[in-house]
């Protein structure tokens, strides 16, 4: 079965650390880009961080930068996200998506998408 | 890095048809043909319905359609039925290398 399953979320004081993971199964993960998109309780999309197939392509948005590191391991097809210096407002439902388009690191839509896991930052 | 704008809510009654708006600049729409359009139901993970402005995914109904004219995207439903109430987003790469999402638009079938 083609899917994502997240998990790693949690309950975080702000300040401090966590990571998520993304395992992916049913395709051939070292061909496809993959992303980070969250969404906070109640709102909209916002897109956290991609990677290309061999990590050579890397972005954040403005929010993330400098705090979150996004990376993936194609042996263990899975996808990671260190998310440091956690804030309040980084609290929301993390997804991993796999992009359309494979073998291409052009913009690409986000075509399989995980559960989400839930991550909270509060004292 | 300013969200894409859209409507905030729309409704049509089954059959109608119905285009969100999604609105942007010369720096993503306005540059870029990787716009994309997600469903989202209450609950669920987003659903890819349109990509590249105009193409549709296998599985994807032929209802759904997606076009491009200057910073302005749109998703056109026609034949309204039902399970089309949902959250429509909108996305599109922008020349800061990064993704934009749409602030949503809430589809409410009467």
């Known amino acids: 079965e083609v899917q994502l399953v997240e998990s790693g979320g949690g309950l975080v004081q702000p300040g401090r650390s966590l990571r998520l993971s993304c395992a992916a199964s049913?395709?051939?993960?070292?061909?496809?880009?993959m992303h980070w998109v969250r969404q906070a309780p109640g709102k909209g999309l916002e897109w956290v961080s991609g990677i290309n197939w061999n990590s050579a392509n890397i972005d954040y948005a403005d929010s993330v930068k400098g705090r979150f590191t996004i990376s993936r391991d194609n042996v263990k097809n899975s996808l990671y996200l260190q998310m440091n210096s956690l804030r309040a407002e980084d609290t929301a439902l993390y997804y991993c998506?796999?992009?359309?388009?494979?073998?291409?690191?052009?913009?690409?839509?986000?075509?399989?998408w995980g559960q989400g896991t839930m991550v909270t930052v509060s004292s | 890095q300013s969200a894409l704008t859209q409507p905030a809510s729309m409704s049509g009654s089954p059959g109608q048809s119905i285009t969100i708006s999604c609105s942007g600049t010369s720096s993503d729409i306005g540059y870029y043909n990787y716009v994309s359009w997600y469903q989202q139901h209450p609950g669920k993970a987003p659903k890819l319905m349109i990509l590249d402005v105009t193409y549709r995914p296998s599985g994807v109904s032929h209802r759904f359609s997606g076009s491009k004219s200057d910073n302005t995207a749109s998703l056109t439903i026609s034949g309204l039925q039902a399970e089309d109430e949902a959250i429509y987003y909108c996305s599109s790469y922008s020349s800061s290398n990064t993704y934009v999402l749409g602030t949503g638009t809430k589809v409410t079938v009467l």
């Open positions: 998506a796999k992009v359309y388009w494979g073998s291409t690191s052009r913009p690409n839509g986000f075509a399989l």
């Open positions: 049913g395709f051939r993960f070292d061909d496809y880009a």
